[in-house]
DNA sequence: TAGATTGTTAATCGATTAACAATC
DNA sequence: TAGATTGTTAATCGATTAACAATC
């Protein structure tokens, strides 16, 4: 940890990370063949302030609320869909086919939210020419030239930590602008470079941490 | 979605998230033989004002700065790790030992901040009695009376969307206190209950946003 | 000593909520 | 019509930052 490189946080407004809740539950309620609902409704699954709800989705919708009636459930899923990019087409690109690796490469989610992970690297000779979730695996010494070729932007880690930063190194060495990482180490990253850091364990033990405080009161 | 329960959803001050990743950064440096590190420097790293890393940590330890010097590092780790209740030993439980599933019951990082994941149900009879990371997998039906007994509070539900509903159901009826969804169903559950949802593509989504609208500037 | 760094108090900023008139 | 629900403006709240005296 020489480098006086920072490591970029993705920080982010609270609307923004409500807004795919509002999508999820809209998709539901859809399914189900609601067609209209309200403020409040949504406020109250979510457990928030309807007055909240209408602001984020003023914001991120031309949708008009009807008074008395509420919201039409259809254009708001189009509207939020767009707002939000799930119909825009996006390519990433993984480097590490362990355990976790093997999961987001089969992962069906993606595909819905206009995400397309092309394929996988990794130093194992053993998954190199395999399929996983549909998606070629490559040897590591592919990669620098991949990422240059298809032009790709968003990269994501799931090789063990030691790896990490030189992974991480090779992806921005080669034009990669975002990072999604699953390894415990903080990387070091130019100032225009984004790092999401999606650590598991912590984020379970934030969990329970919230539930001793509550349960403490 | 017929019933009026809500869904709790975990809120955090921003303080509780930041704490993890000092955690993480200290114990890279204390790694790295570093002894005292000043805010700046952590503010440096995380990209974060110093003031808020002094705030912080002024409120989660006990460890006074030293002009000039900055903070001891292996203090700072001691009082972090108690304060974020890593020392403490907390057991969960998955349901749905799908691809996901493997993953989380043979992930090392758990172990760290002082979570088990003790065990796994499944409806598949090819798994049942089979060990995932060491963890015995157990079938369906002996979920509930297996909770009451051990009095398991924390639940992982890596099921398919079609399925979470019932599986939340009898998580929270034989006492589960907190929930920590990888489906993408919104879950209805008393108000006593908090669940956390990890959904894994929306999450690299609002990254890709990110991305976006950072380029657009 | 001078300079780096701390902890604290006050100011700012942004996000959330309350109040309320408008409308179907 | 009356009541439910909207959108907007102002007030509140909490979190972040700025300013600065204290200290090694």
Known sequence: MARKQKTSLVVMTSSRSRLP????????????????VSSATIADYLNINPVLVRKDLAGATHVCGMPKLGFEVAPLLSDLKEYLGYDNYDEAFLVGVGNLGHTLLSHKGFKDLGINIVAGFDKNPDLIGKKVGGKAIHPMERMDDYIKRRGLRIGIITVPSECAQE???????????????????????????????????????????????????
């Not at 809740?21 to 209209?36: D, I, P």
């Not at 903080?186 to 001793?212: C, D, F, G, H, R």
Request: include cysteine; proline fraction near 3%; charge should be neutral.
């Open 21 to 36: 809740l509002y999508y999820s539950l809209l998709r539901q309620l859809s399914q189900e063949g609601v067609k209209t």
């Open 167 to 217: 992974v991480c190194d090779h992806m921005v060495a080669n034009g990669v602008r975002a990072i999604w990482n699953f390894s415990f180490t903080m990387l070091n990253v130019p100032e225009n470079v984004i790092v999401k850091n999606e650590n598991l364990p912590v984020s379970l033990a934030l969990l329970t941490q919230q539930l001793k405080s509550i349960s403490e009161q």
